[in-house]
């Protein structure tokens, strides 16, 4: 069983997931938590905690996300892209409620998720050695989830696994050609 606070945070990432920011109260957090207000506040005394668990929550994730394609046996490119499907994972979630907050300026937001993606590109351009190449692929990967995450219907992506297998071939096209300009130069 999770601990209050995860529950909490669970509670916050849906209703924003679900409703967005003006629905996502601390009364709302609190019912759907199953703790009592008291409860809440002892864990986040403001909303502005709430937001700062939150971003905590998705930083860490996001941590082991960018470790994972550092140490991927087909490049971290590949990686970044053929991950870039939205299936519900905590990162996933993480992802989309502070997107939500994000949308209505919220700058704890704003600043968590321009460090997140600073972070993935800076994964990819370790790679790659080159910015211009590691945004192209970024961009590729961003692209895939913006169109799982917002358009994919009962839980199946609008990319089949054929056409990503497809991108990754662009990938590799990406990453050969940035490689080939390198030994040239």
């Known amino acids: 069983m999770s601990s209050s606070r995860e529950r909490i945070l669970d509670s916050f990432e849906n209703a924003l997931i679900r409703d967005g920011e003006r629905a996502a109260t601390m009364e709302a957090v609190a019912a759907a938590a199953d703790v009592s207000k008291g409860g809440l506040l002892y864990h986040f005394p403001s909303k ?16 082991r996300d960018r470790e994972a394609m550092a140490s991927a046996e087909d490049g971290a490119a590949r990686y970044y892209v053929r991950t870039s499907v ?12 502070m997107a939500r907050l994000a949308q209505q300026g919220h700058p704890t937001a704003k600043s968590s998720l321009a460090e997140i993606q600073e972070g993935w590109l800076g994964a990819l351009q370790a790679q790659l050695g080159d910015r211009t190449a590691a945004r192209a692929v970024k ?16 839980g199946a992506g609008r990319t089949s696994r054929d056409e990503i297998e497809e991108l990754l071939d662009v990938v590799d096209l990406i990453v050969s050609r940035r490689g080939n300009e390198t030994a040239h130069s």
């Open 139 to 154: 961009l590729l990967g961003d692209g895939l989830y913006y169109d799982a995450a917002f358009f994919a219907t009962d």
């Open 86 to 97: 939205f299936e519900d994972s905590a990162l996933d979630r993480a992802l989309v409620s």
């Open 48 to 63: 502005e905690a709430l937001v700062d668990g939150l971003a905590d929550r998705l930083r860490g994730l996001a941590d």
